[in-house]
């Protein structure tokens, strides 16, 4: 098991993310790294594949222009999955560590914008709470049940 599986479970945030997937509901084929899911996805192989936790300026490759609806309560859960394999690095948060940047994915699908991230993620889902009170309290209710089962 290389470190980065040690460090992170990437098949359980893989499998959140298939879960995200609109599929053949939306997309008549997958738009890959046009599609926030399907990037978010990327991220997640790529650091599979290449055993690494960061890639260099990958939080200015988040797509923008995606502009499907995606299940809430799917999203929601991806995030509590997301939150829960963060490290809190609290100052040594590193925007490109893969955990960020399909955290900024799965926020710009729900919320259409980015949240700053300060390496803590309790503070996180208080500050997407205090963005939009239901979705914050959806993240945190599945983060609260997948850490506490």
Do not use: W
């Amino acid at each position: 098991m290389s470190k980065v599986e040690q460090e992170t479970n990437l098949a359980r945030v893989k499998q959140s993310l298939q879960e995200c997937c609109r599929g053949d509901v939306s997309c008549s084929s997958c738009a890959g790294k046009q599609c926030l899911v399907g990037f978010a996805k990327i991220v997640a192989d790529y650091s599979s594949v290449k055993k690494t936790l960061v890639i260099p300026n990958g939080i200015k490759m988040v797509p923008q222009a995606d502009f499907k609806t995606y299940e809430v309560a799917d999203v929601a859960r991806a995030l509590a999955i997301i939150n829960l394999e963060c490290k809190n690095c609290m100052d040594n948060h590193d925007d490109n560590c893969i955990i960020n940047i399909i955290r900024s994915s799965l926020e710009v699908a729900l919320t259409g914008d980015h949240l700053e991230f300060t390496g803590n993620p309790l503070m996180y889902m208080m500050a997407l709470g205090r963005l939009n009170k239901e979705l914050g309290g959806a993240v945190m209710e599945h983060y609260n049940a997948l850490k506490n089962p």
